[in-house]
């Protein structure tokens, strides 16, 4: 069974005193596969499997449908095909995620102005302002969830509790379309029958660490002294995951918090070896992080290129500009010179990635001084235009037509669809 199947609900009751719960951490249910079905809505309700189908492919995202048969995300495509073989492949459009994502974050902000965004589907917010003009955190995350599906036919998850990581914890055990309040005098009461995987910062092998020492509770680890801890997992996680277990988070919500890079990569069906195709996906994806960071209104100094090659060794190599940019011909031109500079145009490519690192709030189309010819910046700005009224591929480079990539994925931001 999956761990994110939705088996396990829990939903909180009418009347709980919210009063201390004055975080709430908001997640999309399956996003990435909720949004394919808005055009598809006679497959809702049936096991569906977002990915390029492919023989070298990976599972995007899958519906609640699929993960009963034990889909996740990340998964080979192979495998899930023989967990689900019923299930239904749909190609993902990562355009539209991010439409939808912003539709989101847009119903956040106006709820209130402490919104921190957790990549493309998640975000805390603190409301501990906004009993004054909405009311109680139980009546903004009602209201939240409410306009969500009105406005984008998509349903979220919300916790409500009065830390960061009990509301996380919270929102994915209300998964799918629920909402759960912790109150503060509640939280342990909650926390310790969890399983210790339920900790942030538990991966697999800390947990199986923490299992061959016979702790499979949050509440094991609470009452296990910090000294043993320390011992386990080393001083720095062993105080952290005691803080966490007795439900002591200090950290705040913050605001407008800045991705520290974005980035778009491609596995090819079969490996290539000629630099022009190299180079037309170079350009595809520089323009897909571009206009990342123009949505994002950022921009960003340092351009990183990944190749990987047939024999599955990676090298990355990187420019750091003189100004941040956000202009998609710009980022191009110099991923080229970094690619040219590798020496390796005809080694055999497997994958190809372009990335933008040291992200910084900008954009809103002002020129600097590389712009000495702004022909580029204003044709990638009616690219934008044309593209948010009729949908991502609508309008492109000739050069891009017909290009026959591989498949495609994303290097930041596009991580997890829960």
């Not at 009452?223 to 011992?231: E, I, M, Y």
Request: glycine fraction near 10%.
């Amino acid at each position: 069974m999956s761990k994110q199947d939705g088996s396990g609900r829990q939903v909180t009751a009418a009347g709980v005193d919210d009063a201390s719960a004055t975080v709430l951490h908001v997640d999309m249910d399956a996003f990435f596969a909720s949004v394919e079905l808005l055009e598809r809505p006679e497959l809702r309700g049936r096991p569906v499997i977002v990915a390029h189908d492919s023989a070298r492919s990976v599972v995007t995202a899958a519906t609640y449908e699929a993960r009963k048969f034990g889909v996740n995300s990340a998964m080979p495509l192979a495998i899930a095909k023989r967990r689900c073989p019923q299930a239904i492949i749909l190609e993902p459009h990562f355009d539209r995620y991010t439409h939808f994502s912003g539709l989101v974050m847009a119903i956040c902000d106006d709820l209130t102005p402490s919104v921190e965004r957790l990549g493309i589907d998640e975000a805390f917010l603190d409301v501990a302002g906004s009993r004054k003009h909405i009311g109680p955190p139980t009546t903004v995350a009602t209201i939240l969830r409410r306009r969500v599906l009105d406005e984008t036919g998509l349903v979220c998850s919300v916790g409500a509790a009065a830390t960061k990581f009990v509301a996380k914890l919270a929102s994915s055990k209300a998964k799918p379309d629920g909402l759960l309040v912790i109150p503060k005098d509640g939280t342990l009461d909650f926390l310790h029958p969890q399983p210790i995987s339920g900790l942030w910062g538990v991966g697999g092998k800390t947990e199986e660490t923490l299992v061959r020492h016979g702790l499979r509770t949050i509440g094991d680890l609470a009452q296990t002294p910090v000294a043993s801890l320390k011992s386990m997992v080393g001083v720095a996680a062993g105080e952290k995951l005691h803080d966490l277990a007795w439900g002591i988070d200090p950290r705040t919500v913050q605001p407008r918090a800045v991705e520290k890079s974005v980035g778009h990569e491609v596995t090819f069906e079969t490996d290539v070896t000629d630099p022009a195709v190299i180079r037309r996906e170079l350009l595809r994806l520089s323009s897909m992080v571009a206009v990342r960071l123009r949505g994002g209104g950022a921009v960003g100094r340092t351009v990183v290129l990944k190749l990987r090659f047939g024999d599955f060794t990676t090298i990355t190599r990187s420019r750091t500009l003189a100004e941040a940019t956000d202009l998609g011909r710009r980022i191009y031109d110099e991923v080229c010179e970094v690619y040219e500079a590798t020496g390796k145009q005809y080694a055999r490519v497997r994958l190809v990635g372009v990335r933008v690192e040291q992200l910084s709030e900008g954009g809103g189309g002002q020129l600097g001084l590389w712009d000495d010819n702004d022909g580029w910046r204003e044709a990638e700005d009616v690219m934008d235009a044309v593209s948010a009224r009729f949908g991502r591929g609508s309008v492109t480079q000739a050069s891009l037509l017909g290009n026959n990539r591989g498949r495609e994925s994303e290097a930041k931001g596009f991580a997890r669809d829960a």
